[in-house]
Antibody, heavy 122, light 108 residues
């Protein structure tokens, strides 16, 4: 059974870079033509797609965050990662990694990690 | 960017009643690329419906999705205690993928 697990610091200082990793188990990032995604959810608010990455490294980003986001993949470790630069308190959120049910970007998210809360505070 | 507007913000109902949730898109969504998710406190979203009307594996048939173009609906017949939660719609037809603001179904 496919499982995704987010990891990374739970506290980041303003203006610094948030870095998270999603470790995939029960399946290979290399298998299939899936776009692996990052989604965030500020406390008590809705969901926001951050971006997605293919195992080749091809990426799609939300334009609202594109200038501050880098998503990368490490197929040897079966992981993909998120970096969000110049963070502010507005970036405080639960961050989820997820995989769609079907190939390509045009697919709903079926598999989700449990999420990791990142707080931006000095 | 396609903006999804969900209504109402909150739905107060009793167990056994029917819930009807709306998701309206700012422009037409192609190929029925519309999904619904359920989220309970402290949990990740769970996929309920994809393709506007196809239930995901293991989702009870009291959940149904309908709609096309810009207007979509999630219906829950005979609310069970475990159905009281937040519900989000999402389109995945074009980038950026976007989610609606959510509807909270709470116990009356």
């Amino acid at each position: 059974q496919l499982q995704l697990q987010e990891s990374g610091p739970g506290l980041v200082k303003p203006s610094e870079t948030l870095s998270l990793t999603c470790t995939v188990s029960g399946g290979s990032i290399n298998s299939g033509s899936y776009y692996w995604g990052w989604i965030r959810q500020p406390p008590g608010k809705g969901l926001e797609w951050i971006g997605s990455i293919y195992h080749s490294g091809s990426t799609h980003y939300n334009p609202s965050l594109k200038s501050r986001v880098i998503i990368s993949v490490d197929t040897s470790r079966n992981q993909f990662s998120l970096k969000l630069t110049s963070v502010t308190a507005a970036d405080t959120a639960m961050f989820y990694c997820a995989r769609p049910s079907d190939y390509g970007l045009n697919s709903e998210f079926l598999h989700w990690g449990q999420g990791t809360l990142v707080t931006v505070s000095s | 960017e396609i903006v999804l507007t969900q209504s109402p913000d909150t739905l107060s109902l009793s167990p056994g009643e029917r819930a009807t949730l709306s998701c309206r898109a700012s422009q037409s969504i192609s190929h029925f690329y519309l999904a619904w998710y359920q989220q309970k406190p402290g949990q990740a979203p769970r996929l309920l419906i994809s393709g506007a009307s196809s239930r995901a594996t293991g989702i009870p048939d009291r959940f149904s999705g309908s709609g096309s173009g810009t207007d979509f609906t999630l219906a829950i017949t005979r609310l069970e205690p475990e159905d009281f939660a937040m519900y989000f719609c999402q389109h995945y037809g074009t980038s950026p993928l976007t989610f609606g603001g959510g509807t909270k179904v709470e116990i009356k």
